[in-house]
């Protein structure tokens, strides 16, 4: 046998590494760390200082633009190191910058922090390393425009709590308060109230003058520069307060006095500063050309200088590379106005036109900063003005030219730059507005008075911008009314009037002058007819006084009849906010129908696209006094978008077969046919869903299968128990009894099952190819993907475990001696067994479960037995199969189809394309995928464009799937509202909402990413590589909580114990960072890892959100799933929880939201005092400061919330009642984000000097308490 030298495999490696600069850093990462870790404390220590020596080297700075390089490569190896290198913070920081390893750098100061103990005044030396620590990871969060994580850092380092306050504000974007604080921190340190840092004065000054920029406030900045010599920040304030054309030689002195000569921005003024003196001369034109290229390159060598993945960073450049092409354009402008003269000056205007409206259409977006915009409309003014200059002197000329004929429109275009200049103005004052910056708008408006010529239509936008920020202030309301009270509107046209109508009756309605309002609101809708806002406020003000006078229908009706014309005039995503108040008010109707009435009478446009949003609603309707309505509707859709309804309605209609039999039971009447995938019912507004306070969630979900073996018969069986062979076609006992039924329903009749049908003859008879390719592919789609028994007994043996763990907790958290199975546990084990085949499974089972009298705990160590058994049966089967081994139909669909058919859910998307993705093929795999306690299929379609769709094939669904269903449409409106805001666009929030779409009452397609995973699966990764039983830590609490009856301890005790056994599992078996672990090793490179972890904190706090507000509990680790490559999170069963006495929303859990320890490991202190933090207030006040518009959307979805309460309780509400407790649980909701919002925090905090986020905060620290994390449910896994 020949024998093998290391350098038999060093050698080559050797000459491999210098053919791929990627491979020799991949080899240096991977043996560094190695090399390290063989390694003694003193050799470490050692080579520590080389490495510091080598890291200063000069000589790297010519690497300095190559990607990998030596200092990139070092700094990973250094990071992969246990335990890591300690390395001087400074060095850190100015390489990160440097060498382009922005994110490798800030993980290891991270690390570094978190390895060095809190500040302590006894050993200062070390408190200033830790203090150099925080400077460098809070200058690269800086730079690199990462303001959260900035907010965090400086939130928990502070030592006055003015600048913690101040912060806060900052970090909501209230720059007034925040200048104040920055303020009222630098007085109360100049009279030596208490010790502060270097780091932290600088941060008050640089901070006082960023909010004064914010404000602004140029002419105190200009001041304050002169002062200090500040030439940097004296030219910002010259750019937006001077005439550069006129004070060149002073510009020209304050430039020369900058530091940084070769700055983009520096020299982006010294181009400008060129291009004043004029075109003519062919050395100056090229002086000029020069600059600009000399100006983009250095503006690409510093974005180079970013990191590759886009982020805040780079948006500056773009604006700055926005101003260089203008910049270039002016150039032609200013040569084209050098030889305007007033026999060429119409012509020459024209060209300028051309320009300038190319100018007007390429803007920053909304949510940009305002600093940004304020530099765009500094540089404009200055090219305006040069056209003003020009062409001003020429009227006169232009005017005796015209002779008799003169008149205003003759010189028109000589006002040019004055036109423009109020253009750019009112659209800065809208943005300003938009971003809360009232005074900055209104002082904004009233530079356009000092204008000599205007257009109307300006004109009319001052005045509109100008009464919508007294709007917004309560304050300003009167002010607001006397603006709009005393313009002159005989110059406006028709809709003008409209909008200052409509205007002026939002005032008095806020000034609580109600008949003067109607009156406005009326002249409003009587000055344009074809006014959409004008309807829409009137229908709100209608609506509003209908909300405060339930008992005049006339309110109603009349806002009703208000929101058809607005949503029919409108017919974009506006429409939705007023069609969703228009099923509230049709469900509200009397006894006399005058709600439907008014809507029969209406003869407007419909927009059929939009009612698509609402088909499950409507669909719920059709069991309600509005189901005329709703029938019309929803006929109207089946004719338009006979695709986007047709799986709904299907669904649907099963259901209500599950309904009618009853019906027909109860009369005595033979049973009518059913459909072959039928289902018990449990679709809108009908499913049987038990409460999570009566029965756990994951039992409720997994008991409800229609059957286990093919063949098998039975008995229907109680919701609580497994169903086991129970045909598809026969209902259970929780199906809704016709007496039941929700009141409005008529006794004989058209019956909702009628309307059903009719909509799905309309569909069939209408485009009858479709519907057939549609039902053929659902079919193939059940039959053939159908779970096999031994899933459908793991699913029931997960559901029977989960169930026994929490009564084991609950008896003996309560020290109940009584350790028998309850009766109806035996009664599910005799039903369970009764249904298993093959005979020998099933003679197993009831030897280890029914032939011997079992406690909880050997019932619950017989239930892993064979939960493991089953698992491992499972797991052993390929995990990728032939799609033909299931369906030939589907592997042959493209050429089966009669008709084209559309990739499912599209319509839920609320972005609707004229062209939808139709489906070309399926893909012929199917994938296996099992988790914590289920067992799906993957099936993937391949879209006419190319783009592969995965789906889910979930079967049997669970009871709560509707809810679950309509919870994430509702939650898909609100994302589309956070797209129109300014705080969660600018970090890029959204809710992560999978396509949902069932097929049949037990079947439905999810949208899958084949990437995602749980924490669940975190965990059981953690224990495999541990060797640690996945069990261990229930077994260890369950063994702990007997020492409660044995001692009878006091509930004092009982919770210390609780901690001590939190503590303990912390410690031995689930530690803190298994999280954080996993993701690393997840991801290829630290970049990647830094943004999937800030990416997973926003989602995080769009989770949050969501749970906290809806009162969603039973959060447990296999409901949170996580997108390995995106980081984007969803969690399953996002439904309220309800007891059956009430259906007010109540969820009774210790802790509000999840934030265990993994979490908070992972996403880390500055990640959870700063990004979650500001992400969570963010996402609420994108929701709630819009007035009334979440509260418009919420009425709809609580309303069938409580519809499906009287359902599966079986009661009936009368209709006053009914709408109390609607109102009542979208107070709950509304209180709950408002509080999210820290709406009262901001506007109290100031005077109080308390930060804008302390509600968060405090929310933060309850429910990241380890005493109240202790209390929670084992099943829950607090300490993951």
């Known amino acids: 046998m020949r024998v093998y030298r290391l350098a038999d495999m060093i050698e080559p490696l050797m000459e491999l590494v210098y053919l791929d600069a990627d491979l020799s850093a991949s080899l240096w990462r991977s043996i560094f760390p190695l090399c390290w870790s063989a390694l003694t404390s003193k050799q470490r220590h050692d080579l520590t200082k080389s490495l510091i020596f080598l890291l200063a080297k000069p000589y790297h700075q010519q690497q300095e633009h190559a990607r990998p390089n030596v200092i990139q490569t070092l700094l990973d190896a250094v990071l992969?190191?246990?335990?890591?290198?300690?390395?001087?913070?400074?060095?850190?920081?100015?390489?990160?910058?440097?060498?382009?390893?922005?994110?490798?750098?800030?993980?290891?100061?991270?690390?570094?922090?978190?390895?060095?103990?809190?500040?302590?005044?006894?050993?200062?030396?070390?408190?200033?390393?830790?203090?150099?620590?925080?400077?460098?990871?809070?200058?690269?969060?800086?730079?690199?425009?990462?303001?959260d994580y900035f907010f965090g850092i400086w939130r928990r380092r502070a030592s006055y709590l003015e600048t913690n306050t101040a912060l806060s504000y900052e970090q909501c974007d209230i720059w007034g308060q925040a200048q104040a604080m920055y303020e009222k921190a630098q007085t109360r340190a100049r009279r030596g109230g208490l010790p502060f840092t270097e780091s932290e004065y600088c941060l008050?000054?640089?901070?006082?003058?960023?909010?004064?920029?914010?404000?602004?406030?140029?002419?105190?900045?200009?001041?304050?520069?002169?002062?200090?010599?500040?030439?940097?920040?004296?030219?910002?304030?010259?750019?937006?307060?001077?005439?550069?054309?006129?004070?060149?030689?002073?510009?020209?002195?304050?430039?020369?006095?900058?530091?940084?000569?070769?700055?983009?921005?520096?020299?982006?003024?010294?181009?400008?500063?060129?291009?004043?003196?004029?075109?003519?001369?062919?050395?100056?034109?090229?002086?000029?050309?020069?600059?600009?290229?000399?100006?983009?390159?250095?503006?690409?060598?510093?974005?180079?200088?970013?990191?590759?993945?886009?982020?805040?960073a780079h948006i500056p450049y773009l604006h700055l590379f926005q101003i260089y092409v203008e910049l270039q354009e002016a150039q032609q402008m200013y040569a084209s106005l050098a030889s305007t003269t007033a026999a060429n000056a119409e012509a020459k205007s024209h060209d300028l036109k051309t320009s300038l409206q190319t100018w007007r259409e390429r803007l920053p977006n909304g949510w940009d900063d305002i600093q940004l915009w304020s530099d765009l409309v500094a540089w404009r003014q200055h090219t305006f003005t040069a056209i003003n200059k020009t062409c001003l002197p020429l009227i006169p000329t232009l005017t005796q030219q015209a002779g008799p004929n003169a008149n205003a429109t003759t010189t028109s275009f000589a006002y040019r730059g004055y036109h423009e200049t109020a253009w750019i103005i009112n659209r800065f004052a809208q943005v300003a507005r938009k971003h809360k910056l009232l005074d900055v708008c209104v002082d904004s408006l009233n530079k356009i008075y000092t204008l000599p010529n205007i257009e109307i239509q300006e004109a009319f936008l001052k005045l509109k911008e100008q009464a919508q920020c007294y709007y917004e202030n309560p304050a300003e309301w009167t002010t607001g009314l006397e603006v709009i009270n005393n313009t002159n509107l005989i110059y406006f046209n028709g809709s003008q009037k409209a909008e200052f109508f409509s205007l002026k009756g939002m005032f008095l309605a806020k000034l609580n002058l109600h008949n003067e309002a109607k009156m406005a609101f009326s002249e409003a809708v009587q000055s344009d007819m074809a006014s959409g806002r004008a309807w829409a406020v009137w229908g709100q003000f209608n609506d509003q006084m209908f909300h405060d006078n339930p008992s005049n229908i006339s309110w109603g009706t009349h806002a009703l009849s208000c929101y058809l014309h607005a949503a029919g005039i409108h017919k974009n995503s506006k429409s939705r906010r007023y069609m969703a108040r228009i099923l509230w008010l049709l469900s509200m109707d009397d006894a006399s129908g005058s709600m439907v009435q008014v809507f029969d009478s209406y003869k407007g446009e419909t927009p059929i696209l939009y009612w698509n949003t609402f088909i499950p609603q409507l669909l719920v309707g059709l069991l309600h006094q509005e189901r005329s309505v709703c029938h019309k509707l929803l006929i109207l859709i089946a004719k338009h978008f006979p695709q986007a309804i047709h799986y709904h309605v299907r669904?649907?209609?099963?259901?209500?077969?599950?309904?009618?039999?009853?019906?027909?039971?109860?009369?005595?009447?033979?049973?009518?046919?059913?459909?072959?995938?039928?289902?018990?019912?449990?679709?809108?507004?009908?499913?049987?869903?038990?409460?999570?306070?009566?029965q756990p969630a994951s039992t409720a979900d997994s008991l409800s299968s229609p059957k286990i073996a093919s063949g098998d018969t039975g008995n229907p069986l109680s919701p609580n128990l497994p169903t086991s062979s129970a045909p598809s076609h026969t209902p259970t006992s929780a199906a809704v009894p016709t007496s039941s039924l929700p009141a409005g329903v008529p006794p004989g009749g058209s019956q909702p099952w009628d309307y059903v049908e009719e909509i799905m003859r309309v569909l069939k008879t209408a485009f009858p190819l479709s519907a057939t390719s549609i039902e053929n592919m659902v079919e193939q789609i059940y039959n053939r993907l159908k779970f096999t028994t031994e899933e459908e007994i793991y699913r029931l043996l997960m559901a029977l475990l989960n169930d026994a763990v929490q009564q084991l907790n609950l008896r003996l958290s309560h020290g109940f001696p009584n350790m028998n199975l309850t009766p109806a546990t035996l009664t599910n084990l005799q039903k369970f067994a009764d249904s298993m085949n093959p005979p020998a499974l099933k003679e197993a089972f009831m030897k280890d479960f029914l032939q011997e009298k079992l406690t909880l705990e050997p019932y619950t160590e017989r239930l892993r037995q064979w939960r493991d058994r089953?698992?491992?049966?499972?797991?052993?089967?390929?995990?990728?199969?032939?799609?033909?081994?299931?369906?030939?139909?589907?592997?042959?669909?493209?050429?089966?189809?009669?008709?084209?058919?559309?990739?499912?859910?599209?319509?839920?998307?609320?972005?609707?394309?004229?062209?939808?993705v139709r489906i070309d093929h399926f893909l012929p795999e199917v994938t296996f995928v099992r988790g914590y306690g289920y067992c799906h299929r993957r099936i993937s379609i391949r879209g006419h464009n190319g783009v592969i769709y995965p789906f889910l094939v979930q079967q049997p669904v669970s009871r709560q799937s509707r809810r679950e269903e309509r919870m994430l449409q509702m939650f898909r409106i609100f994302d589309n509202l956070l797209e129109t805001q300014r705080e969660s666009r600018r970090r890029e929030l959204s809710f992560t909402l999978p396509i949902i779409v069932p097929l049949a009452p037990q079947l439905r397609i999810v949208q899958d990413d084949a990437t995602q995973f749980t924490l669940q699966e975190v965990y059981e990764h953690h224990c495999q590589a541990k060797g640690i039983e996945r069990d261990a830590p229930v077994s260890y609490y369950m063994s702990q909580l007997k020492h409660i009856e044995d001692t009878n301890r006091q509930k004092n005790e009982a919770l210390n114990l609780k901690m001590d056994i939190f503590d303990h599992i912390s410690s031995e078996y689930v530690p803190s960072v298994i999280l954080r672990d996993y993701v690393l090793q997840s991801t290829s490179t630290f970049n990647d890892f830094w943004q999937f972890r800030k990416r997973f904190t926003n989602q995080l706090a769009a989770v949050t959100f969501m749970t906290y507000i809806l009162g969603a509990g039973h959060r447990h680790p296999h409901k949170f799933n996580i997108s390995r490559t995106l980081g984007n999170i969803w969690t399953m069963e996002m439904v309220p929880i309800y007891t059956s006495q009430s259906p007010l929303f109540s969820n009774v859990e210790a802790v509000p939201f999840r934030l265990t320890p993994n979490l908070q490991t992972f996403i880390q202190p500055a990640g959870v005092e700063g990004v979650f933090t500001g992400s969570l207030i963010a996402i609420a006040r994108s929701l709630v400061e819009p007035e009334l518009e979440m509260n418009d959307f919420l009425s709809i979805f609580v309303r069938d919330e409580v519809y499906n309460w009287q359902t599966l309780y079986q009661k009936t509400l009368e209709q006053p009642v009914l709408r109390e407790k609607v109102l009542q649980n979208i107070h709950t909701v509304m209180t709950k984000a408002e509080a999210l919002s820290c709406r009262n925090d901001r506007e109290k905090g100031a005077e109080m000097n308390v930060p804008a986020c302390q509600t968060v905060l405090d929310l933060i620290s309850h429910a990241t308490n380890p005493e109240i994390l202790a209390r929670m449910d084992c099943i829950w896994m607090p300490w993951l």
Request: net charge negative.
């Open 80 to 147: 992969y190191c246990h335990p890591m290198p300690h390395l001087s913070p400074q060095l850190v920081k100015f390489l990160s910058k440097r060498f382009n390893a922005w994110h490798t750098g800030m993980l290891i100061l991270e690390k570094l922090v978190a390895d060095t103990p809190p500040e302590n005044p006894e050993e200062m030396e070390e408190d200033k390393i830790r203090g150099s620590m925080l400077d460098g990871l809070a200058e690269l969060y800086w730079t690199l425009e990462e303001y």
């Open 204 to 312: 008050w000054e640089d901070h006082w003058i960023r909010a004064t920029e914010q404000l602004q406030q140029w002419d105190i900045l200009m001041d304050l520069a002169k002062h200090d010599s500040n030439h940097d920040l004296q030219v910002e304030c010259a750019w937006r307060l001077w005439d550069w054309a006129n004070d060149t030689p002073q510009v020209s002195h304050i430039l020369q006095a900058c530091p940084d000569q070769e700055s983009p921005r520096h020299l982006l003024y010294k181009s400008f500063l060129t291009l004043t003196r004029g075109q003519k001369d062919k050395k100056i034109a090229d002086e000029f050309q020069g600059m600009c290229n000399k100006g983009i390159q250095a503006s690409l060598q510093q974005w180079y200088a970013l990191p590759s993945t886009i982020g805040p």
């Open 651 to 694: 669904t649907a209609r099963e259901e209500m077969m599950a309904l009618k039999r009853q019906s027909l039971m109860q009369t005595g009447t033979a049973t009518v046919p059913t459909s072959g995938t039928g289902g018990p019912p449990n679709a809108s507004g009908l499913e049987p869903v038990q409460s999570p306070s009566a």
């Open 870 to 916: 089953f698992e491992y049966l499972i797991d052993r089967r390929p995990k990728v199969q032939p799609l033909e081994k299931f369906s030939h139909y589907l592997v042959e669909f493209e050429f089966q189809k009669y008709d084209e058919i559309e990739v499912p859910g599209q319509h839920q998307l609320l972005k609707y394309e004229t062209d939808l």
